[in-house]
Each structure stands twice: as C-alpha cells, then as structure tokens.
C-alpha cells in the first residue's frame, strides 16, 4: 500500500479560494511554512519559484485519487512546459521550527516570473483579504462550549477530541477564577482536549480572555486524534513560574463537563483527583 501524501497549499486551493473544493475531503494537518521561495502575483491565482523567501500555506493529508485529479487542475503532467511541476520540501508548522513534516507536495510556478509582482510576506490569503483557517487546541475552559460562546466564538468547523503528549495539566496562572490552567511538560504525560478547526478571527476573539501576551502565550502543540493522526495546532500557555495550587470547584468542573461532552474516557495528567 502506498502511503497517503501529504500536499502544502499557498493559493487558489487554500480556504476560501475556488479551488479549495477539491481538498473537502482531504484531512487538515495545520497552518505551515516554507523556505526557499518567493511568491508573486499572477493576476487571479500566485505562483511561487525557488527563490530567498518564506511561503505561507495549509498542509493536508490527500488521497492519491485527489492528487491525481489536482495533477490535471495544475496542468502538471511531466512536460517540460507544463504550467507547474510538483516537488516535495519540507513544512515547518512553527517559527522555532520544533515541528516539520518532509516531503510534502508543492505545486511550483513552471512558467517566466518576468514583470509579475512579488508577495512579500509569501502569505496569499492576507495578500487578498481571504479568511485563514487554522488548529487550535482546547485544554482547559475552552473546551466547554458555554464558555467558548461567552468569548465570542460563533462558528467551529470541526470538532475534533485529541490528546497531547509529553505534557500535564497545572493549575498556576492567576485569573478571575484564582488560578487557571498552564501545561507543563512531563515525560509520561498526556493531556486529553479538542481540536477545533476555526478562522484566525475566532481565536482572535479568544485573546482577549486569554489576554494574549500578557497572561498567556499563542504557541504550536503537536496533537494526535483517537486514530493516531497528527495536528499542529495553536495552543495557549503562560510563561508563570509560580508553583502548583489548588483551582476552585467551579473551575475544575467547566473543564471537566467540557472534557466529558466529547471524551468517553480519557483523564488528563494532573486532573486524575478531580475526576
């Protein structure tokens, strides 16, 4: 059995385009970038060529059907002339480049760049003004719905139960309910919680209860869902050094009836005592 491939999109495949249609069916991995390359403007769609810069795209897992169909929509078939050739590169999904994925499929501009403009930022949709689509994963309050529409989130994609490794739940940020939830790394650890496929202005919305630079921190977690497929999703966690205390009951039961709506059994390290 071959193994399925994974495809980096930059342009009129990604979220909201015309041609994203054709990934409906295809598994989101996460918000990524790529080196080596310089995107520019080709009138309705980008195209990018090797070149000093960084892309932005969405990383998914396709089938081969679905590659072999976006092989005819790229007018990729092997020629010289061909509109785009497909490589494979490697995907960073974070700045400290902790996680990547390698040989991952790229659509590149096969044709002259001469008098085209140049995307600076090597980011598309913002370059049109499109909506990003992103990972983020609930650990703790969020992962109730109540709370999550009191902060103003309207819309979730999909909801997805994932567990994130290597890491423990600790009760040491200080908040509105005297202490809330951080991660913290620990060996044997896991930490059980949601996936929520959602627009960049969704998770915007949540900075602001989070406050977002200030109590807490965006970062990118490597999460796994209940068949063991991998996500890079954002996360929050807060740089406290503060020790280990006790949250309040209320507290503790908004993450417990979250975990509960979608987990018939799974217990986060460091939650096994309030279970």
């Known amino acids: 059995m071959s193994r399925i491939p994974y495809l980096f999109v930059y342009g009129s495949l990604r979220f ?18 790529a080196e080596g390359f310089k995107m520019y403007d080709l009138g309705n769609y980008p195209g990018v060529v090797k070149g000093d810069g960084i892309i932005h795209g969405e990383v998914y897992e396709v089938s081969n059907e679905t590659l072999r169909i976006l092989d005819q929509v790229e007018d990729f078939n092997g020629r010289p002339d061909d509109l785009y050739i497909r490589e494979k590169i490697k995907v960073y999904f974070d700045y400290k480049r902790r996680y990547s994925i390698d040989n991952v499929n790229i659509y590149v501009y096969n044709q002259t760049i001469e008098g085209r403009e140049v995307i600076e930022d090597g980011d598309y949709s913002k370059y ?24 103003g989130v309207t819309k979730i ?16 940020t200080p908040c509105r309910w005297g202490y809330c939830a951080n991660l913290k790394t620990e060996e044997k650890g896991k930490v059980c919680g949601y996936i929520y496929l959602m627009l960049e202005s969704e998770l915007n919305s949540l900075d602001k209860a989070e406050k ?33 205390f006790e949250p309040s009951h209320e507290y503790v039961n908004y993450i417990l009836q979250g975990i509960k709506s979608g987990w018939k059994n799974c217990i986060s390290s460091g939650l096994e005592k309030y279970t």
Do not use: C, W
């Open 16 to 33: 909201g385009f015309e041609l994203n249609h054709f990934l409906r069916n295809s598994r989101f991995v996460g918000l990524g970038f």
């Open 128 to 151: 049109a003004g499109m909506p990003v689509i992103l990972n983020y994963f609930a650990y703790a309050e969020n992962t109730n719905e109540e709370i999550l529409k009191q902060r």
């Open 157 to 172: 994609f999909k909801k997805i139960p994932a567990i994130l490794r290597g890491y423990k739940i600790v009760f040491n």
């Open 212 to 244: 977002h630079l200030i109590r807490y921190m965006r970062d990118v977690v490597k999460v796994e869902d209940e068949n063991n497929n991998v996500y890079f999703a954002y996360t929050y966690l807060s740089p406290s050094e503060e020790g280990e």
